[in-house]
């Protein structure tokens, strides 16, 4: 059955990055029909809005959207898409890939990020001019729903530590909320993990990210350690991730819209690829994924780099490349 | 005239690099008077408080306050007591020392931490069994005091770079006015400073410490980002701060009890030393503040270790040695 995808580009690179995870997946044969929705900065000048009703709609009725990259306007395109998707989990992988230097090359873990809630719930009042205050919410039913999600990613995966990130010895019923409702589940479940304060944690990422391996985590909190977890191995460029939903999901890599870049053609697809074999194995199918991933990672170890990586090659050449491999 | 210095080793190690401490502000032949305070696990066992009113009683009549370390119960401990100091500076110098291993031993920073507020305002609700909310506090009056504090410590101490931390892309409102607040002080001072959201920031601060200098925060990005930065030179073992209020202050290691080695007499006094260090410059008596780090880093390059820096020495030689430098 044809699966309908929404391709919104966005801002910047992404307009180069998501024409090439297309052509990978055009390449696998897979009854795939891309729709483009429009998103960004230009939209936004010529429409007054960053991400047009008939945008979020596209997202809503698709079967899985890819989203390329955005730039200043980027909270007020990706958290409404995510919504759109009803994405309650937020899953980025941190690892090491061939040919990218990072000051912790044994990072291999993921981050299953609560994408719904904390600060991102976002009910903001000026109490006075001088007054400001903004409701963190947690819910046990949220809480729920992404330990159970996180557990399952750590069984499928075999991992072998699941670490539930919090700092419940400051936000005690909140934060408190969320271990004990993760507590709950793993006795359901009959997980064995560990609790980790989130100061403590980014210490011990930085130190010795090879102790971590799925860590599950409230929403601010996990969007700040992916990215010290992404500065270990070499920054955001080669990170991939998966707003997965219970019938919708929504895949982006990481990066920016990287406007010093843009237009170019020199961007680096590699993010942009590997977060649509996320979107293949989000489908069931897990040996096509794996298929991408290998040949993105022979071409990072073997054939033509992007600038960033400290080759000529342009976006295409390397896209070409993976799609030999493949 | 004298001043009273309230001490209180608290738990673990506490018990051990405080009296360290006061050997080395002792031999300056200033004149301190140190004044005992209860606070820790025993504590609690006997008296079922963690932290007597007594001992509070001590800080808020103290000229300045001295504290060890604290166990499980660290926020019944110290939160309270930065309250009673009023302090509304969290100063977290992140450097690398010598004989300590790091992965960027080129980071040298200092975090600037708003310390009254934001989550740590702590309005809690249990709206029903299954929804809990936090109110996040962010005040423009704390948000200015921070920043002066922060831009005139820049000054001072002739950084290159002043960075503002936020995430004001989600909380709009609250980040909004502690960014707003910023830069309408930079004016007034005529002070040169960048924003960064603190995703971004975790990230570079993991690849490019070297780029930053000064970090002025609030308070729970603060407490992750300066473990992040810890973790980046090896630990929180070597790192002291200063919780600095208007008419009164308090002095602590970053790290924590260390039950593992506690009461075996070979903990590693140098954070607790600085700490005092710190004290010292806060009186503003810059030379013996210098002095004393001085003898702490000769000790550290050339002298016995304690057994976490690979060496054999006790928490006491390593004092003496410290002592004879001075
Ligand atoms: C753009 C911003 C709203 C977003 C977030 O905070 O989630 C980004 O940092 C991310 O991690 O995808
Ligand atoms: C113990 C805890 C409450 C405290 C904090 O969160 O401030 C600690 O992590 C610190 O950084 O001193």
Redesign the interface.
Known sequence: MTKEIAAIPGDGIGQEVLPAAIDVLEALDRDFEFVEGRAGNAVYEREGTPLPEETRELAREADATLFGAAGEL??DII?PLRQDVEAFANVRPARAYPGVDG??PETDLVFVRENTQG??A?I???LT?????????????ASRKIAEYGFEYADEHDADRITVAH?A??????D??FVDTAAEVAEEMDVEYDEAL???L??????HPEDYDVIVTPN??G??????A???V???GMLPSANVGDDNALFEPVHGSAPDIAGEGIANPSAMILSAAMMLEYFGDDEDGQRVRNAVETVLEDGPRTPDLGGDASTEEFTDAVLEEL
């Open positions: 980027a909270a958290l000051v912790k600060v991102y976002g903001e009042s000026d001019d001088d007054v400001a205050t903004l409701t963190r919410l947690i819910t046990g039913e700092k010895n400051v936000m005690r019923t909140t408190g909320l989130i100061d403590a980014a210490m011990h990422l930085v130190m601010l909190a969007d700040v350690l992916s990215d010290l992404a500065g270990l070499g920054g955001l």
